[in-house]
């Protein structure tokens, strides 16, 4: 369904992904699986982790969570 300004209309919007920081490997996967790229990785020391870049563009798939080998995000 579409709504205003050509934005889709999703059960569960407001539902966003957050990153549990300990236990994300880097891996990468919830990046590709964003259909808008909203997760960037970044470096801390000599670790990476995902971070939610642009939680105000995320429509609330959470195809992320299923792309997740680890299980390091979960939706509030």
Same mark, same amino acid.
């Given at each position: 369904?579409? +709504?205003?300004? +050509?934005?889709? !209309? &999703?059960?569960?919007?407001?539902?966003? =992904?957050?990153?549990?920081?300990?236990?994300? !490997? +880097?891996?990468?996967?919830?990046? *590709? *699986? %964003? =259909?808008?790229?909203?997760?960037?990785?970044?470096?801390?020391? #000599?670790?990476? #982790?995902?971070?939610?870049? *642009?939680?105000? *563009?995320? &429509?609330? %798939?959470?195809?992320?969570?299923?792309? %997740?080998?680890?299980?390091?995000?979960?939706?509030?």
């Amino acid at each position: 369904m579409r +709504g205003r300004k +050509g934005t889709m !209309s &999703i059960p569960g919007k407001g539902r966003l =992904p957050q990153v549990d920081t300990g236990r994300c !490997s +880097g891996c990468g996967r919830c990046v *590709a *699986a %964003c =259909p808008f790229r909203l997760f960037t990785l970044e470096a801390c020391g #000599y670790r990476k #982790y995902a971070v939610l870049k *642009a939680p105000e *563009a995320c &429509i609330g %798939c959470l195809l992320c969570l299923e792309a %997740c080998p680890v299980k390091a995000l979960k939706a509030d």
